[in-house]
């Protein structure tokens, strides 16, 4: 816009005024010839970029008149090398390749009209100058066009190409979250389920071994069995909307008694795992779900060295049991976390935090240095025990403890 209105009134307001000062001589019909054809060879350039192909189109047509008709250059020709710039940027390649052709073409034509119907001593030298200098200024004109254009195409492949991994990341977030939840899911399906499974063994058991004349016991053992069914069947179906492979086999969820399966695996895989002797001698029995944690804990840290740390890291791995709760550290001499890094960036470290957070623990993440150091910490609940003494219903349970949850603990006690 800027250059059609700097073109126009410099250009063809001048043509404007000359047909004004001659409305009254002769030269009249020759000054508003003038005018229209610098109205037509500026006026296109307002729709350069976004209508090229007409715009070119009516000054083709003007400077062919002007060709035919023998009328002289105007200044307004300035208008034909930015047009010619504007179909290499903005036009089809096709009409790009045109622009340039007729542009040359128009100037050998003004070079050969100027040898035959010149009036200087050596018109040849003139159409040879015009012919020189015009296809240069054409040539100019096309390339600042399609060098313009070669940036554009490559804006527009990067903004492109920004959108596409745009999307890719918000589909990898969205699968990424579908497949925690499944994670959860099942894992959520492994406690939940094992933990009613027992309760209904252990009531049809004391069910069928209580006595007869044992009264209102035996209806109430009936209903906790009947609850747990029913509460079993609900949690299945509640937890089939947040997965999506139903027919993803369960087994028991992992727990302490399998990290050193898991360091054996990663040790396997070219990371040299140690894991230090055990601190501490107050250790009691944890519920399943917070043994999950320490074991999803210990995992993605492992996992996490194995990708990041370097080729030659090594890890460890070391419990400390304390009076009042359980800490796991995790170590490794890698490369360590870069400065501008965040420590949340990752869906594993978030993972674990949801996760420690889940039974009231604390996750530290820090980097001294040199590797990386995850500490996760688990407070005991209420109810736990020591290890080396019975846990209450073990002889009802066949020599196992039932490991409760501190959430079914204290909705216990309030009932």
């Not at 020759?30 to 037509?40: P, V």
């Not at 089939?240 to 992992?254: I, K, M, N, Q, Y």
């Not at 490991?403 to 204290?410: G, I, K, L, N, V």
Request: hydrophobic share 45%; charged share 20%; proline share 6%.
């Amino acid at each position: 816009m800027v250059i059609a209105s700097v073109i126009v009134f410099f250009t063809v307001l001048p043509y404007g005024a000359a047909v004004v000062l001659d409305a009254l001589g002769s030269n009249l019909p020759r000054s508003l010839t003038l005018f229209i054809l610098a109205l037509a060879l500026g006026v296109p350039l307002y729709w350069r970029r976004t209508h090229p192909l007409p715009a070119a189109a009516v000054m083709v047509v003007a400077c062919l008149i002007q060709l035919f008709t023998g009328t002289e250059l105007l200044a307004t020709q300035v208008a034909v090398l930015v047009m010619i710039a504007a179909l290499a940027a903005y036009a089809p390649r096709w009409a790009s390749w045109w622009g340039l052709g007729l542009g040359l073409g128009g100037i050998t034509a003004l070079g050969v009209q100027f040898w035959i119907v010149g009036q200087s001593p050596r018109p040849w030298v003139t159409a040879i100058f015009t012919v020189v200098l015009g296809g240069s200024l054409v040539a100019v004109a096309w390339l600042t066009g399609d060098l313009t254009r070669s940036r554009r195409l490559e804006r527009d492949a990067f903004a492109d190409r920004a959108r596409r991994l745009e999307r890719e990341r918000e589909r990898e977030l969205q699968l990424a979250a579908s497949d925690e939840r499944a994670r959860i899911a099942r894992e959520m399906h492994d406690i939940v389920a094992h933990s009613l499974s027992i309760i209904v063994t252990q009531a049809d058991g004391a069910r069928y071994a209580a006595p007869a004349s044992a009264g209102p016991v035996l209806p109430s053992l009936e209903a906790i069995a009947e609850t747990a069914r029913s509460s079993l069947a609900d949690m299945r179906r509640l937890l089939g909307v947040l997965r999506d492979d139903d027919a993803a086999p369960t087994a028991p969820a992992s727990g302490l008694a399998d990290i050193d399966a898991l360091i054996a695996t990663v040790r396997s895989s070219g990371l040299p795992v140690t894991r230090l002797p055990d601190r501490g001698r107050h250790r009691p029995i944890l519920p399943q779900g917070a043994e999950l944690v320490l074991f999803r804990v210990v995992q993605e840290s492992l996992t996490n060295v194995l990708k990041h740390a370097g080729e030659n890291a090594r890890a460890t791995v070391a419990f400390e049991w304390r009076p009042t709760d359980v800490q796991v550290r995790i170590s490794d001499d890698g490369r360590g976390l870069a400065p501008d890094s965040e420590v949340d960036a990752g869906h594993g470290l978030q993972g674990m935090r949801e996760r420690v957070a889940l039974y009231e623990g604390e996750l530290v993440i820090s980097s001294p240095g040199e590797g990386v150091t995850v500490v996760a910490t688990l407070p005991y609940p209420s109810d736990a025990v020591p290890k080396s003494s019975p846990a209450p219903g073990d002889a009802s349970a066949g020599g196992r403890s039932i490991r409760r949850d501190p959430q079914e603990a204290s909705q216990e006690g309030r009932e």
